[in-house]
Nanobody
């Protein structure tokens, strides 16, 4: 019903920046919130940031460094600055429709070298 495709991942040195994009297609009506999650090897998937209307939330570990934004009706971005090796993970895009139904992308790898 909703397809999410992440892009923009890659290899970057510590202190560098990277911008991830999530493109939504299909039945994109009634999307209430968008979010970015990440999962490092051997770790649980965790919330990085989400946006609902004009409200944004961030994990403590990324506050002040990452910014989530709705660039247009179908693209949600995550600007990542001052990257650290501990930011290395697969990053996933998530869409939540009114009523609670959720959709996930396949993920994009972000690797930060020291």
């Amino acid at each position: 019903q909703v397809r999410l495709v992440e892009s923009g991942g890659g290899l970057v040195q510590a202190g560098g920046s990277l911008r991830l994009s999530c493109t939504a297609s299909g039945m994109i009506y009634s999307i209430n919130a968008m979010g970015w999650y990440r999962q490092a090897p051997g770790a649980q998937r965790e919330l990085v940031a989400d946006i609902t209307g004009g409200n944004t939330n961030y994990a403590d570990s990324v506050k002040g460094r990452f910014t989530i934004s709705r660039d247009n009706a179908v693209i949600t971005s995550l600007q990542m600055n001052s990257l650290k090796p501990e930011d290395t993970a697969v990053y996933y895009c998530k869409a939540i429709k009114t009523g609670g139904r959720a959709y996930w992308g396949q993920g994009t790898q972000v690797t930060v070298s020291s």
